[in-house]
């Protein structure tokens, strides 16, 4: 098992800029693929960004191309989720998830078994 945990989160203004870490520990890191999704009160779970094992592979959900970049860290265990121009549609639940299909990205979270206990992002105008 891997356990996640998410950090980075607080609150920024409008345009401004935020880089959220997913820490892993547990089982070899990079046994896994990693996805952000987010999920507001009420709303379903959206995904946001994938990165396969090695870093190779990355998709983005078509609301943050361009804006967010996922990374892993080079000797780390974390996978980073650097997001730029935010706006106040932005400001929910970020969570980090692992999959174990470590060769490919997923947008579906049912792809994912591991998942972090999510960061708080909040958008001010």
């Known amino acids: 098992q891997v356990q996640l945990v998410e950090s980075g989160g607080g609150l920024v203004q409008v345009g401004g800029s935020l880089r959220l870490s997913c820490l892993a520990s547990?089982?070899?890191?990079?046994?896994?693929?990693i996805g952000w999704f987010r999920q507001a009160p009420g709303k379903e779970r959206e995904f946001v960004a994938a990165?396969?094992?090695?870093?190779?592979?990355?998709y983005y959900a078509d609301s943050v191309k361009g804006r967010f970049t996922i990374s892993r860290g080079t000797a780390t265990n974390t996978v980073y989720l650097q997001m730029n121009s935010l706006n106040v549609e932005n400001t929910t639940v970020y969570y980090c998830?692992?999959?174990?299909?470590?060769?490919?990205?997923?947008?579906?979270?049912?792809?994912?078994?591991?998942w972090g206990q999510g960061t708080q992002v909040t958008v001010s105008s």
């Open positions: 998830a692992a999959s174990i299909w470590s060769w490919t990205v997923s947008t579906g979270g049912r792809a994912y078994a591991f």
């Open positions: 547990g089982r070899t890191f990079s046994s896994y693929a």
């Open positions: 990165i396969n094992w090695n870093g190779d592979s990355l």
